[in-house]
């Protein structure tokens, strides 16, 4: 009876630990990212079924966001870089705009290029028949973007074109497992590139 009342009491201890996984980000319910196609900094066409990884960093920037945009991309392309070869074959890098309107594809290429990066930055080809389709996009990831008018007019930022509205949002990179679920959060404000890595080796090794 002893022996049986420990079973039992053991199975049950484990039955609560199945199916948990802790880390170091903000880990999210996993839920499917919804399908979208989108176009990269080539003005080609791309979505998630192009992609082989078993994990996948997806950022959110605009290219007239200040440093804190900047410093999403460098922490990204810090956390890569921490991983080993082997590491790198399993995750790919994206990033999608916040701010449609103003970054088409030729401007995120030249943000790519600013920032020393390689890996595809997104946005739509129409704002009038897509923005939608990326506002699902941002609501699958969890990114808040908010939309307000200036009351002047603004240059902006590395461009002769004229701005009447400023985009907030969430600056941060989510990370997607290998059945296109969103499985963890990692706010710019809270990065440490070496959890972000663990991170990716845990999800990689499920």
Not at 128 to 133: D, F, I, P, T
Request: glycine share 2%; hydrophobic share 35%.
């Amino acid at each position: 009876m002893r022996i049986l009342i420990a079973v039992m009491t053991v199975a049950m201890l484990c039955s609560g630990c199945i199916g948990t996984t802790d880390f170091y980000g903000n880990t999210l319910d996993p839920k499917p990212v919804s399908p979208f196609e989108l176009f990269d900094d080539n003005g080609d066409k791309f979505n998630l079924s192009m992609i082989d990884s078993d994990v996948i960093m997806v950022g959110f920037i605009h290219t007239s966001c200040l440093e804190e945009c900047d410093d999403l991309s460098t922490s990204m392309n810090e956390t890569y870089n921490l991983l080993s070869s082997q590491e790198q074959q399993k995750v790919s890098l994206l990033t999608i705009t916040t701010d449609p309107w103003h970054d088409d594809s030729n401007r995120l290429y030249h943000y790519k290029r600013n920032n020393s990066v390689e890996w595809p930055h997104l946005t739509v080809s129409n704002i009038n028949s897509e923005l939608e389709m990326i506002e699902s996009v941002w609501a699958s990831f969890g990114t808040s973007v908010e939309v307000s008018a200036n009351l002047t007019d603004s240059l902006a930022r590395c461009s002769i074109h004229l701005m009447n509205y400023t985009v907030t949002h969430t600056v941060h990179a989510v990370l997607v497992d290998v059945d296109r679920d969103v499985r963890v959060q990692w706010l710019q404000s809270e990065w440490d590139s070496e959890s972000v890595a663990a991170d990716i080796r845990k999800l990689s090794s499920e």
